[in-house]
């Protein structure tokens, strides 16, 4: 059964502005983080990328918010491609993670995306549990793809693209703070 998304979560559009602190937590959850440069890149030049942030405040004011996780994906025609999801420790288990995958899920298909896929470490169990309880696949495994640590990659897939089971049920499903597909 999913969690419920915090109450005082939102999603909203990152924009450059919010570069300092994505990077702040990207440094934070990752052993070979992206780079400003990066990260950048995806913000304001590449047509395909997607960029969401969870932020939770007090007020509905998302531009005063503090960021608790993020996403990154890419809507490459038919391919909706998971590229970086993170939430910040104090935020996890908390369903901000789902969240935030749900609404690539729902944004690809408003995009009439028909498959997914994303690589994971393969030792990074709690996110390829998250990405199998919202209908990914394992489908083969990419040999010493990351770095630092050296480590196989998981390619997983989901083919058809199809909102996660129950997913309606959750608050990003259900209107509130959820922001409407580009
Ligand atoms: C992976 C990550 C994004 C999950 O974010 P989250 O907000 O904690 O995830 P959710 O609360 O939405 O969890 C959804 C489901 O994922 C699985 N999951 C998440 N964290 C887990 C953990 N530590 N152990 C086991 N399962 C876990 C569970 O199935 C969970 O459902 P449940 O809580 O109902 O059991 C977060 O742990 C993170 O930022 N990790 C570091 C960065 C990273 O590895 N990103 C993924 C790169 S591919």
Redesign the pocket.
């Known amino acids: ?3 419920e998304f915090p109450d005082e979560c939102r999603i909203v559009r990152a924009t450059v502005e919010m570069l300092p602190e994505l990077l702040e937590l990207e440094e934070a ?2 052993s070979a983080p992206w780079t400003r440069k990066m990260m950048e890149a995806e913000l304001t030049g590449n047509q395909f990328a997607r960029f969401l942030v969870a932020t939770v405040h007090q007020e509905v004011v998302p531009s005063d918010g503090t960021i608790v ?1 993020y996403h990154c994906f890419w809507i490459v025609f038919e391919e909706l491609r ?1 590229m ?6 104090s ?11 749900i609404e690539a899920i729902s944004m690809g298909l408003a995009h009439a995306a028909t498959r997914a896929v ?4 393969s030792s ?10 919202l209908g990914f696949v394992p489908v083969s495994t990419r040999r010493s793809y990351y770095t630092n640590p050296i480590e196989d990659a998981v390619l997983m897939a989901m083919d058809p693209l199809v909102m996660p089971a129950g997913s309606q049920q959750t608050r990003i499903a259900g209107g509130e703070g959820v922001i409407p597909a580009q």
């Open positions: 059964m999913a969690r959850c990752f996780g998971l970086n999801l993170a939430v910040h420790a935020m996890r288990r908390r369903g901000v993670g789902r969240a935030l995958a994303l690589e994971v470490r990074n169990e709690p996110a390829q549990r998250l990405y199998r309880q």
